[in-house]
């Protein structure tokens, strides 16, 4: 069974940086574009950002451009995302999402895999 584990999250003070990583067991990442989703209190799932399979596309949320950078090292079959200059806004549960089955990147149903998630609070 497939089993996709976040790890990275934490509490920052804003203007910070975190490295989140994401893993997938028995999974060749170099078969599959992937994902980073947040969800905070009272809001829906929302794509932070999006990685193809050959890792020649990368999308990002509006209001992370400039600041969060996603990548991967299939190598390693693992997911990236470095984020910097937080923001209080970002604070939110962090999730990878794996296999993409096409449509918009940003829809959460598109993806096949997610994991539990990792936590990121950013302190004001």
């Known amino acids: 069974q497939v089993q996709v584990v976040e790890s990275g999250g934490g509490l920052v003070q804003a203007g910070g940086s975190l490295r989140l990583s994401c893993t997938a067991s028995?999974?060749?990442?170099?078969?599959?574009?992937m994902a980073w989703f947040r969800q905070a209190p009272g809001k829906e799932r929302e794509g932070v950002s999006f990685?193809?399979?050959?890792?020649?596309?990368?999308m990002y949320e509006d209001s992370v451009k400039g600041r969060f950078t996603i990548s991967r090292d299939d190598a390693k079959n693992t997911l990236y995302l470095q984020m910097n200059d937080l923001k209080y806004e970002d604070t939110a549960r962090y999730y990878c999402?794996?296999?993409?089955?096409?449509?918009?990147?940003?829809?959460?149903?598109?993806?096949?895999?997610w994991g539990q998630g990792t936590q990121v609070t950013v302190s004001s």
């Open positions: 990685i193809s399979a050959n890792g020649a596309l990368t």
């Open positions: 028995e999974l060749t990442f170099d078969d599959y574009s």
């Open positions: 999402a794996v296999w993409f089955s096409g449509g918009q990147w940003y829809d959460a149903g598109a993806y096949h895999y």
